[in-house]
């Protein structure tokens, strides 16, 4: 009896090295390495894909939804459509942008029946004032005789060395809260490209978006976050004269 148990944690022991081993070669295999492992239902694959992409699914599901629980519940379908779906997979983009457009089409389809979700011609469409990504005070007009169109009041630049942590991480958090109140696409636009660092190409594939829809909405909210950022400086450098 005690044999036969020994047995038993041993060939346990070495399956769980097989599909270590398993996830490890796929992951340098790459997408297809990777989605060959997950057909042959390799575990530990599966989880070198979760451990990936959770906390960006649950990030981006919080775009559409009406609270964490509901997005949560939408990345848990996401991993269940996928299990499902793999073998349908047919590699025409990489497993991460299949896996997003199927969690953007699921919390998209859970925020419209909460009534939360703002459609891409709402936002890109109107041209109210408070739609413009930038003031149009700050470029010269037509008129100009040297420079129409061109930037009169230019944006300041912002990088900040290592030397000065505190404003560094001041400015960081100014751009994180920005980010948050921004619309909902061009919140999950910029996201993507500019935190979660995909490409443009992916984030169209992943969104629905057309090339050109993707870069409005994302000049948009980059020039949003900018304009906040510029303040809180106008507003630090008020301080210190003060």
Not at 52 to 68: G, I, K, P
Not at 135 to 164: E, I, S, V, Y
Request: overall charge negative.
């Amino acid at each position: 009896m005690e044999a036969t148990e020994q047995r038993s944690e041993s060939t346990a022991t070495i399956d769980s090295q097989s599909d270590a081993e398993a996830a490890s070669t796929a992951c340098l295999g790459g997408d297809k390495a990777l989605v060959e492992a997950l057909r042959s239902g390799c575990e530990a694959s599966f989880a070198v894909l979760i451990d990936r992409h959770q906390a960006s699914m649950l990030r981006v599901a919080e775009f559409y939804v009406a609270d964490r629980a509901a997005a949560e519940d939408v990345v848990q379908e996401t991993w269940m459509a996928v299990i499902r779906g793999i073998d349908r997979f047919d590699g025409r983009s990489s497993i991460k942008t299949w896996m997003f457009r199927i969690l953007t089409n699921r919390a998209k389809t859970m925020g419209q029946r909460a009534a939360r979700v703002v459609p891409v011609s709402a936002i890109l469409g109107g041209a109210a004032a408070e739609d413009c990504a930038v003031d149009p005070a700050r470029f010269f007009d037509a008129r100009h005789p040297q420079w129409p169109g061109h930037w009169c009041n230019p944006p300041t630049a912002w990088a900040l060395g290592p030397d000065d942590q505190v404003a560094t991480n001041e400015a960081i958090e100014v751009v994180l809260l920005a980010i948050t109140g921004l619309p909902a696409m061009q919140r999950t636009v910029i996201t993507l490209r500019d935190v979660e660092c995909w490409t443009s190409r992916e984030v169209c594939i992943a969104l629905a978006l057309t090339e050109t829809n993707q870069r409005v909405l994302l000049h948009r909210a980059r020039s949003r976050v900018r304009r906040r950022l510029e303040q809180h400086e106008d507003e630090a450098a008020d301080r210190l004269e003060a």
